[in-house]
Nanobody
Framework: QVQLVESGGGLVQAGGSLRLSCAHS????????MGWFRQAPGKEREFVAAITWSGDSTYYADSVKGRFTISRDNAKNTAYLQMNSLRPEDTAVYYC????????????????????WGQGTQVTVSS
């Protein structure tokens, strides 16, 4: 079983930055692709970013491309989401997710493509 714990959320003004962390435990982190999703009130959970198990490939939603960066540190069993130039529309609960084994592209952009989920961390961007 894998446990995922997000941290780093909070309240920030528009234009500001936050870095989210996702601590992974239970099974070897290096075997898992990692993704970030978000869910705003009254909306479906949506894809934000993903990184393959090797770290060689990253994927982003168009709405965050150029502003957010996903990364991973296998030595620390942690994935990160650096969020810059935040906008009020980025306000949501952010979730990290893990998927075992080789995967890429479309498979990492959908909620059904993941095996484990964290509890989420709230990000609020004020205008």
């Amino acid at each position: 079983q894998v446990q995922l714990v997000e941290s780093g959320g909070g309240l920030v003004q528009a234009g500001g930055s936050l870095r989210l962390s996702c601590a992974h435990s239970g099974r070897p982190f290096s075997n898992y692709n990692m993704g970030w999703f978000r869910q705003a009130p009254g909306k479906e959970r949506e894809f934000v970013a993903a990184i393959t198990w090797s770290g060689d490939s990253t994927y982003y939603a168009d709405s965050v491309k150029g502003r957010f960066t996903i990364s991973r540190d296998n030595a620390k069993n942690t994935a990160y989401l650096q969020m810059n130039s935040l906008r009020p529309e980025d306000t949501a609960v952010y979730y990290c997710a893990a998927r075992f084994g080789m995967a890429q592209g479309v498979a990492l952009r959908t909620t059904s493509g993941y095996d484990y989920w964290g509890q989420g961390t709230q990000v609020t961007v004020s205008s």
